[in-house]
């Protein structure tokens, strides 16, 4: 599974554990890490195991690639109503709870 990760790779896990106990089971070292439990967020908003839009969030924080709003304003985009409020939250609540290290 960790064939190929570089130094310079930013790894986002879904899990509840922390980066450091990633890395040490994949025998890294020296790697960004960032961790969130996707399943359990996506559990107690969506009332599913849906990941998707939590990863997002995580990978929003991590990479600072794109802003958290402009994220949010595709999700709303992509869903139709409630379901689309409930995902733009889950990206949202990812961004807030996704951990370095």
């Given at each position: 599974?960790?064939?190929?990760?570089?130094?310079?790779?930013?790894?986002?896990v879904?899990?509840?554990?922390?980066?450091?106990?990633?890395?040490?089971?994949?025998?890294?070292?020296?790697?960004?890490?960032?961790?969130?439990?996707?399943?359990?967020?996506?559990?107690?908003?969506?009332?599913?195991?849906?990941?998707?839009?939590?990863?997002?969030?995580?990978?929003?924080?991590?990479?600072?690639?794109?802003?958290?709003?402009?994220?949010?304003?595709?999700?709303?985009?992509?869903?139709?109503?409630?379901?689309?409020?409930?995902?733009?939250?889950?990206?949202?609540?990812?961004?807030?709870e996704?951990?370095?290290?």
């Amino acid at each position: 599974m960790a064939d190929g990760i570089q130094k310079d790779t930013k790894l986002i896990v879904n899990t509840d554990k922390t980066g450091d106990h990633v890395l040490r089971i994949l025998g890294l070292d020296g790697v960004e890490t960032w961790t969130v439990d996707a399943t359990t967020l996506a559990i107690d908003v969506l009332g599913r195991p849906i990941t998707n839009t939590a990863m997002l969030g995580s990978v929003v924080k991590a990479t600072g690639v794109v802003k958290l709003d402009s994220m949010v304003e595709v999700v709303k985009a992509r869903f139709d109503g409630k379901i689309s409020e409930l995902n733009a939250e889950l990206v949202r609540k990812a961004y807030e709870e996704v951990k370095q290290g």
